[in-house]
């Protein structure tokens, strides 16, 4: 099995590429930093692996395309379940879970 790396990239103002402003958000009940212009996919990458949810059989599931097309990466976003993780932008205060089942 590949391992993917955790973290972020490095940046430098010579790249010109610059970080959105840091916020928080809580996921799985623990805070973590994020980046405004991220999806909630990327800062669960960056911090932790790329599980988002596990089937009723218990399988993890995860990002798969990044891009909304395969329903891979849901969770549980401020208290809607089934929300893709790829097409949802972090905010602060924003509160991740991990979805378990259909998320009902």
């Known amino acids: 099995m ?11 103002p010579a ?6 402003a840091a916020v928080t958000i ?5 805070e ?3 980046h405004t212009g991220e ?3 990327a800062a669960l990458i960056a911090d ?3 599980a988002t949810r596990q089937t009723a059989s218990g399988a993890w ?3 798969y395309c990044g891009m909304g097309a395969c329903f891979d990466c849901l969770a549980v976003i401020d208290g809607v379940p089934n929300t893709r993780t790829c097409m949802t932008l972090v905010d602060e205060g924003m509160r ?9």
């Open 32 to 34: 973590r930093t994020a």
């Open 2 to 12: 590949h391992v993917l790396p955790r973290g972020r990239l490095p940046l430098s």
């Open 15 to 20: 790249q010109g590429i610059e970080r959105g």
């Open 61 to 63: 599931r995860g990002v």
């Open 96 to 104: 991740v879970e991990r979805q378990h089942g259909a998320g009902r």
């Open 48 to 50: 932790d692996g790329i």
């Open 39 to 41: 999806t909630v996919a």
């Open 26 to 30: 809580t996921v799985d009940g623990q």
